[in-house]
């Protein structure tokens, strides 16, 4: 692989949009060095679904012109970035990573999608995901097997397997995925980037494959805060098309980075969050706050209310039972062509009574008022791990309908999930590293809309530590 497309591929997104607005580098020879990186690496990571060089070069053509007349560009201008096959835009396939949807294409592009070409981003392609984005190991029987991009017998996490190793391997700069779970988080963790899973309501879902309508967040995956809060920007706010996006004022979430972390409040939790943890994960989390405490904030440990578990109940019924509504006619149609586990999955839903759904979801606003009475009035932002493990292995998640199977996946989510149901904001950040060279993530966990302040802690944790600049050794040694 040429110098220069390793070169350019150690750049942050932000590194590289400002390269590209001052002059100093073009979005033709940009993209020519990522489509060289994916045609080199791919093959042995499997991040994409479809790549289309032919249109991306197109694309960075006509920036560079833009940028030669002298025309206003965005904070994105010439950027290659790849999202989760889920998001739809007319001309090409959304799968879902499906069967049932090879060749389906949406009538209307997806609101974050069009935002991310107004700001100048160039889409390179589509990314891998579990089918239906429903589960965390990030396996799907109908596509290659998906890697982690540092360690190819691990997994990377899910569902949006694609984007965590995409951005990870450094085909692309950054990536959009989807959060009902922990699916943002997860990927962002096993792969040693940064994910951001906004407040629900943040960012329009419009244009992209539900989930579950009461869990789906849309989100960033880069490799640090910084570019995190430049593509949050561009995506978050108000759309007309999706009546549950929020009218909250968009911060410059970029701007507020560097302001000062001196006296924030930093909660550790006992119970649930620490529970059943990996030591080698536990000590690693741990240690990651010393580089915010020497920034200024404080440390604080914190009971954990009651309500976390219940929540942690609940949180699944209200994913099967909305999954299975949201396939109740395709299944019936094509329910051969969904695999065993995602069958299930959905089959389960059916059997979850209407009252049972009914007081699930009317439990919510009592439940984050308990949380917030109970966790935020004392601290300004929660601080756990995201995995409780190391990232596993391939084999351990091959699919089982054993229970331990079904243990280790429940275990995946365990400290994102009860996130989504409470629609509150969390940032997963790299911290470290196990003895066997996997990443390890602490996740910050904040008020509704205070994507700011977890992405300005995220980013002075990262201006003291070096780990988001770390590139993979099972891609750089290919």
Known sequence: MAAEAQQL?????????????????????????????????????????????????????????????GDDVGPLHGVPLAHKDMFYRPGRPTTCGSRIRQEFEGRETATVLRRLDQAGGIEVGTLAMVEFAMGPHGYNGHLPRCRNSWDFERIPCGSSSGSGTAVAGRLV??????????????????????????????????????????????????????????????????????????????PDYESELMRSIVGLRIG????????????????????????????????????????????????????????????GNWKRAHGDDYSDEVGKRLEAGYFIPASDYINALQFRGPALQAFTDAVFSKVDVLHTPVL?????????????????????????????????????????????????????????????????????????????????QMMPKAVENL
């Open 9 to 69: 591929a150690e750049l942050t997104l932000c590194d590289l949009a400002d390269a590209i607005g001052a002059g100093d580098l073009t979005a033709t020879e940009v993209m020519a060095a990522t489509l060289t990186r994916i045609e080199h690496l791919d093959p042995h990571l499997n991040a994409f679904i479809w790549c289309d060089a032919e249109r991306a070069m197109e694309r960075a053509r006509e920036a560079d012109v833009a940028l030669q007349r």
């Open 388 to 468: 409780p493990m190391p990232t596993p292995s391939l084999e351990a998640t091959a699919y089982s309908s054993g229970p331990d199977y079904l243990k280790m996946v429940v275990a995946l989510t365990r400290n994102t999930k009860v996130v989504n149901y409470l629609g509150l904001p969390a940032l997963s950040v790299s911290c470290g590293f196990t003895d066997d060279g996997l990443p390890t993530s602490f996740q910050l966990i904040g008020r509704p809309f205070s994507e700011s302040l977890l992405l300005r802690l995220g980013h002075q944790y990262q201006h003291e530590t070096d780990w988001h």
């Open 173 to 250: 700069y950054g990536a959009l995925g989807s959060d009902t779970g922990g699916s943002i988080r997860c990927p962002a963790a096993a792969n040693g980037i940064t994910g951001m899973s906004p407040t629900y309501g943040r960012v329009s879902r419009f244009g992209a494959m539900p989930m579950s309508f009461s869990l789906d967040v849309m989100g960033p995956l880069a490799r640090t805060a910084q570019d995190c809060a430049r593509l949050l920007g561009a995506i978050a706010g108000r759309d007309k098309k999706d009546a549950s996006s929020s009218r909250e004022r968009v």
């Open 268 to 327: 550790v939790p006992q119970g649930y969050f620490d529970e059943d943890l990996d030591p080698e994960v536990a000590s690693l989390v741990e240690e990651s706050l010393d580089a915010l405490k020497s920034r200024g904030a404080s440390v604080i440990k914190i009971d954990m209310p009651p309500v976390l578990q219940q929540v942690a109940d609940i949180h699944p019924l209200v994913m099967k039972a909305e999954g299975s509504a949201n396939h």
